[in-house]
């Protein structure tokens, strides 16, 4: 049985129709091409597929697509207007080495993306808390870590942090 | 991972969710926070024929002091009982349980009423609502009732809901003066099940004498555990190294954990007895 749904996708509205099996990250990716969100694990564990539902950070890969129906979406790809300055924590990851082979990016952003909303001045405690549901296998976490609070130095408007290797 | 195909409702009153449920019967299961259903379905070991969604319910979600109780809506977020000013100022234990329950984009997504209605003895709530003397508010087509929590988990997945019922609220008595709680569970990685978790709630008299305790026990026996004598080895005596060594001593041997990839029961049965020892000491160290 198709169900009717609507929902807001970085700004643009889709009407879809939608197996209710469907996952909401099988949405994204598929009928919407949306590639920049990713499946990593399948199972709620890696964050890859981590998008903001009405504002909030959420694995797209435990929520049906008809949940979606009436809700607000943000993918990386709505996190920057095409061709225009990145976000602050889209440059953070650039200057810090924040990604090697860049699989858990855009689900390492979009949660810090909820994390720095709720919190400016993060300690190092508390956005190492903050991405614990996002696994990275390459980089050790320091420079993602390093990219977060750069990127919070950078949205309270204050001078960012040096981007020197730090070799811990 | 796609789950078998299922039929979905999304109900926008407790009434008509109510008369949904009627009428698929067994056939049905209720959609809340989905942390636990959407992946059990994916794996195919849950192959409902027709989802209720109930988030878009109305008067499910709320956090209110009244007569005495704190209420907590079902579909009240885990994000929500971390961060609640009321839940701070009489149960520092959530503030524990939260911050240690999956990660926080499931935090987001997963209540506390699916926490409970799952049954399942490795969730971290239910320890929790034995410690507190929580009771289980359940509206089905013959209005609501009360379950205590120690009549509320029957067995493997198995609660005290009936076909029909959905869970609406969880109510706990507000502690008096001189009370302090505290959650802890041995983890091997963020997210992951408990090893065991020790849920405690001690109030403690101008004499220092423990008056009423409250200890749970997660993911070490089929169903969540009271450790009853534990319990009993603290309530008319002062909180000394003796008696919650005894407490301790009680509730490892009262447990029934399994052997498995976390450890041996062995091991598990020393973990709950360290865990009690930090617990309590945590509680009575929280009595203001």
């Known amino acids: 049985m198709l169900k009717q749904i609507k929902l807001t996708v970085n700004g643009q509205e889709h009407s879809l129709e939608v197996e209710p099996r469907l996952l909401l990250v099988h949405l994204i990716r598929e009928n919407l091409t949306l590639t920049g969100t990713h499946i990593g694990c399948d199972t709620s564990s ?40 990145l976000h602050p924590l889209q440059d953070g990851f650039k200057e810090n080495h924040g990604l090697q082979c ?25 956005i190492r ?14 420079n993602i870590v390093k990219s977060i609070e750069w990127a919070a130095a950078k949205m309270r408007g204050e001078e960012t942090p040096s981007t020197e290797p730090q070799f811990v | 991972m796609i789950a078998q195909q299922f039929d979905y409702e999304s109900p926008g009153t407790l009434a008509e969710a109510i008369s949904l449920l009627q009428k698929y019967g067994d056939d049905a299961k209720i959609l809340s926070g989905g942390h636990s259903l959407i992946p059990m379905m994916k794996l195919r070991f849950a192959s409902p024929e027709v989802l209720i969604d109930i988030n878009g319910i109305p008067g499910l979600s709320h956090i209110a002091e009244e007569a005495g109780t704190v209420k907590i809506g079902a579909l009240t977020r885990e994000v929500e009982i971390e961060h609640s000013d009321l839940l701070k100022k009489y149960f520092p234990i959530f503030a524990d349980v939260t911050k240690q329950i999956a990660d926080p984009q499931v935090r987001n997504r997963g209540t506390i009423g699916g926490n409970l209605a799952h049954g399942d003895a490795a969730n971290d709530h239910p320890a929790v609502m034995l410690a507190l003397n929580a009771t289980v508010i359940a509206t089905g087509f013959n209005g609501v009732r ?43 990685k963020v997210g992951d099940y408990a090893t065991a978790g020790c849920a405690v709630q001690l109030t403690v008299d ?83």
């Open chain 2, 146 to 188: 009360s379950i205590p929590i120690d009549e509320f988990f029957f067995g493997f997945y198995q609660t005290a809901l009936q076909h029909g019922d959905i869970l609406t609220e969880i109510q706990i008595p507000i502690p008096p003066e001189g009370t302090g709680s505290a959650y802890h569970k041995l983890e091997r």
């Open chain 1, 129 to 142: 808390w903050g991405i614990s549901g996002n696994l990275c296998r390459c980089t050790g976490y320091n």
């Open chain 1, 102 to 126: 860049g699989f858990c990016t855009p689900g390492m952003i979009m949660r810090s993306v909820e994390l720095l909303e709720n919190n400016k001045n993060p300690t190092e405690d508390d």
């Open chain 2, 206 to 288: 101008g004499n220092g004498i423990c008056t009423a305790a409250g200890i749970g026990l997660t993911n070490v026996n089929a169903t969540p555990l009271r450790a009853a004598r534990s319990e009993q080895a603290l309530i008319g005596k002062p909180i000394t190294a003796e008696t919650i060594a005894e407490a301790a001593k009680f509730a490892s041997e009262d447990c029934n954990p399994s052997s498995d990839l976390r450890g041996s029961d062995e091991y598990k049965r020393h973990c709950v007895g360290v865990l009690i020892k930090r617990m309590v000491l945590l509680a009575q160290e929280r009595i203001k």
């Open chain 1, 46 to 85: 890696c964050g890859a597929c981590t998008i903001l539902m009405d504002g909030k950070s959420v694995k797209s890969c435990t929520i049906l697509a008809v949940q979606a129906n009436g809700k607000s979406i943000q993918t990386i790809e709505g996190l920057a207007p095409e061709g225009g300055p």
